[in-house]
């Protein structure tokens, strides 16, 4: 039986918070900013499922790859919410303030990668 050992990471439960966090500021942008919308939802949400796809791996350097695209993939929602605030879509502290999530989330990632490569 599958276990699902992901439900008990800290990263995976905060970047499910991070995902909720993104999606209702982006609730607010217009529908002119589809595109900008769509690629940061698919981001964020690529950090918690690399997580699940990865830990259901078999050895650990398997795993550490799909820790390796959560990690980009949180960089890509950094950089999509530089150009949100760029584009005055979000305000500067609305930025700092999910980036400095989105740095906690990059810690652990870094850590639990450090981790797998034991």
Do not use: W
Request: hydrophobic content about 40%; overall charge positive.
């Amino acid at each position: 039986m599958q276990t699902f050992r992901f439900l008990d990471f800290p990263v995976y439960k905060d970047s499910k918070k991070f995902y909720r966090m993104v999606v209702g500021v982006t609730e607010k942008f217009s529908k002119t900013h589809n595109d900008l919308v769509r690629q940061l939802i698919r981001a964020v949400l690529s950090v918690s499922l690399n997580i699940a796809e990865g830990s259901a791996k078999k050895s650990d350097k398997d795993f550490n790859r799909y820790i390796e695209n959560a990690l980009g993939s949180i960089n890509e929602s950094v950089a999509a919410l530089d150009i949100a605030y760029e584009s005055s879509l979000i305000n500067l502290d609305c930025f700092k303030f999910l980036k400095q999530s989105a740095e906690q989330i990059a810690k652990q990632l870094g850590g639990l990668s450090k981790k797998l490569k034991g």
